[in-house]
């Protein structure tokens, strides 16, 4: 019964910034995380970051880390993917997912729900 809706795509300069964000609704457990996955076309999905709900404590792919930031809204459900200096690389659909559990992980297997995507272009 998990609904995930990401929102805050768009089209952006090399450079530039956008945040994203993922609301959740439904019936959830006390205890889950919640991740950014991102695929490119003809890309395999792969994780960009994770963060704990109950903890708070963050995960990021080497290849955002210092320019993308996670964090979470508890009182909202809501999850948001800061980023900050995009490249071209950073092209993709970027999707919200959440795990139930206390452990950060980094494979799409480990996740249970899913939203929709949301596209991000960043042009050079």
């Known amino acids: 019964q998990v609904q995930l809706e990401e929102s805050g795509g768009g089209l952006v300069q090399t450079g530039g910034s956008l945040r994203l964000s993922c609301a959740a609704s439904?019936?959830?457990?006390?205890?889950?995380?919640m991740g950014w996955f991102r695929q490119a076309p003809g890309e395999e999905r792969e994780f960009v970051a994770a963060i704990t709900w109950s903890g708070g404590s963050t995960y990021y792919a080497d290849s955002v880390k210092g320019r993308f930031a996670i964090s979470r809204d508890n009182a909202k459900n809501t999850v948001y993917l800061q980023m900050n200096s995009l490249k071209p690389e950073d092209t993709a659909v970027y999707y919200c997912?959440?795990?139930?559990?206390?452990?950060?992980?980094?494979?799409?297997?480990?996740?249970?729900?899913w939203g929709q995507g949301t596209q991000v272009t960043v042009s050079s």
């Open positions: 997912a959440v795990r139930f559990g206390s452990y950060y992980r980094t494979s799409v297997n480990e996740y249970d729900y």
């Open positions: 439904g019936r959830t457990y006390s205890r889950f995380v």
